[in-house]
């Protein structure tokens, strides 16, 4: 399988950054999946810089509507029609800053399936949960609520990004064994939900990825690739993540 690189920018990035980041970027070579997802605003400016590259550009939330009397949300209707192929889905700063539930996010995931959209369901446990041995019942309940009458026939619309929310933006990556661990656990749930079709799916690791770690994450049986947000900024360090997840690709 391919690894799967991609960028979450959150809510940075200048234009003369995102400039920079692209005079900096050099993907010769590199053959992994590469995708990007910019704040809302700058999609279109994405997609039109992306032109010409392998890099995918997405969303990183969407509504749960198509469209209507929504104001300030992001369709996922729009975000087809603009030429966009995915969107993150219920990042640990959603669930915690926005509230987003299981329920919503669960809207969320089928709307993006049905219009044709790949989603790049997050999930991840709280340090407390961790502590107290819960990461696998929690991820179990993320997972089995947020994919609720998924259909098994659209699987490869379907990627899960486990991030621990205590490694996120705090410099503290799991482990690769712990991260691996976890995968594992993470991977027989979807076996469990999807059958065997539930072994494909992709699960990529976020929290903390840098140059520095993601070889030995990316190492990991389970590990397909990873959500980075600090260490994406840069077209220099994006560059070289890519590359590593590019020689890892099999
Ligand atoms: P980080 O963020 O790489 O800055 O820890 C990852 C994420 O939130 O997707």
């Not at 397909?224 to 220099?236: F, H, I, Q, W």
Request: proline share 3%; charged share 20%; glycine share 10%.
């Amino acid at each position: 399988m391919k690894k799967f690189m991609i960028g979450n920018w959150k809510m940075n990035q200048s234009l003369s950054e995102i400039n920079a980041f692209f005079n900096d970027l050099n993907l010769t070579g590199v053959n992994c999946e590469t995708w990007i997802a910019p704040q809302a605003l700058h999609l279109s400016t994405l997609l039109l810089k992306a032109s010409g590259t392998n890099i995918k550009v997405g969303a990183q939330n969407i509504s749960e509507e198509k469209s209507g009397a929504f104001t300030g949300e992001i369709s996922p209707v729009a975000l087809k029609d603009l030429g966009c192929s995915f969107s993150l889905i219920g990042h640990s700063e959603r669930r915690s800053l926005f509230n987003e539930s299981n329920a919503v996010l669960n809207k969320k995931v089928l709307l993006n399936q049905s219009l044709g959209l790949t989603s790049v369901f997050c999930v991840g446990e709280q340090l407390e949960e961790r502590e107290n041995g819960m990461t696998d019942a929690v991820l179990k309940h993320q997972i089995v609520e947020g994919l609720k009458n998924y259909p098994e026939s659209a699987l490869d619309q379907l990627i899960i990004a486990y991030e621990p929310v205590w490694a996120i933006g705090t410099g503290k990556v799991a482990t690769p064994e712990q991260a691996e661990e976890t995968h594992y656990g993470i991977r027989t749930v979807l076996v469990e939900l999807f059958n065997r079709a539930g072994a494909q799916i992709p699960l990529l690791y976020g929290g903390s990825v840098k140059p520095a770690n993601a070889e030995g994450l990316l190492s990991q049986e389970n590990i397909d690739g990873a959500l980075v947000g600090g260490a994406s900024l840069k077209g220099e360090d994006f560059s070289k993540l890519s590359q590593i997840a590019s020689k890892l690709s099999k």
